[in-house]
């Protein structure tokens, strides 16, 4: 599996969206992008993953750029609860998930 | 839905004793079980794949004899720590894959002391 880059910490303030960067420029073709969240001593939450167009669920949107280099993650309004370790992921479907060091998102209020 | 459950949430053991871990998947069926580990300030690190009614997949450094893993049906895979050691301690944490989906979904995690 690619390789993916994501910023070690992040703070956003309670209310506003949260814009999470990962650089994947190693991606191939038939690789998604996944993000999952761990929330403190808790197991990860799938939250979304797209192929190469934008998604939108009822918990974030998730942009591809056209080359897929590089995503986003948006979390339209941030809440206390959003507080945890968010991890980017590329994998080929029907395989294994490596998880990297994620981005720990601090939601203040 | 996709709801994966552990059992225990948390266990202490003495060191050279063994302890079984279960993971369940509630509202779906999984062919395919994943057991990770996580030790503190750490990201997860996948130690196996299992598919039911066949033997587990290790990743290379886990030791296969030492953590036995069974999915005897599609909704159930057990984890057992065989001669626990002080080193073992750590959280674990089982996903499950929808049969003919992608996504995984995530137990809440075991975290395992040994004395």
């Known amino acids: 599996d690619a390789k993916t880059t994501q910023p070690p910490s992040m703070d956003c303030a309670e209310g506003r969206a949260a814009n999470l960067p990962c650089n994947h420029s190693?991606?191939?073709?038939?690789?998604?992008v996944y993000w999952y969240r761990q929330i403190h001593s808790q197991g990860p939450q799938y939250i979304i993953h797209?192929?190469?167009n934008n998604e939108t669920n009822e918990m974030a949107s998730l942009i591809i750029t056209e080359d897929r280099k590089s995503s986003t993650l948006i979390l339209p309004h941030a809440t206390l609860r959003d507080t945890a370790v968010y991890y980017c992921?590329?994998?080929?479907?029907?395989?294994?998930?490596?998880f990297g060091a994620g981005t720990t998102v601090t939601v203040r209020a | 839905g996709a709801v994966v459950s552990q059992h225990p949430s948390w266990v202490i053991c003495k060191s050279g004793t063994s302890v079984k871990i279960e993971c369940r998947s509630l509202?779906?069926?999984?062919?395919?079980m994943f057991w990770y580990r996580q030790f503190p300030k750490q990201s997860l690190m996948l130690m196996a794949t299992?598919?039911?009614?066949?033997?587990?997949?290790?990743e290379q450094g886990v030791e296969k004899d030492k953590f036995l893993i069974n999915h005897a049906s599609l909704t159930l895979s057990t984890l057992t720590v065989t001669s626990a050691h002080p080193e073992d301690s750590s959280f674990y944490i089982c996903?499950?894959?929808?049969?003919?989906?992608?996504?995984?979904?995530f137990g809440p995690g075991t975290r395992l002391t040994v004395t």
């Open positions: 996903s499950a894959q929808l049969a003919g989906g992608y996504e995984q979904y």
């Open positions: 190693t991606i191939s073709g038939n690789e998604y």
């Open positions: 797209g192929l190469k």
């Open positions: 992921i590329v994998r080929v479907n029907d395989y294994k998930l490596s």
């Open positions: 509202d779906f069926q999984a062919t395919t």
């Open positions: 299992s598919n039911e009614g066949s033997k587990a997949t290790y």
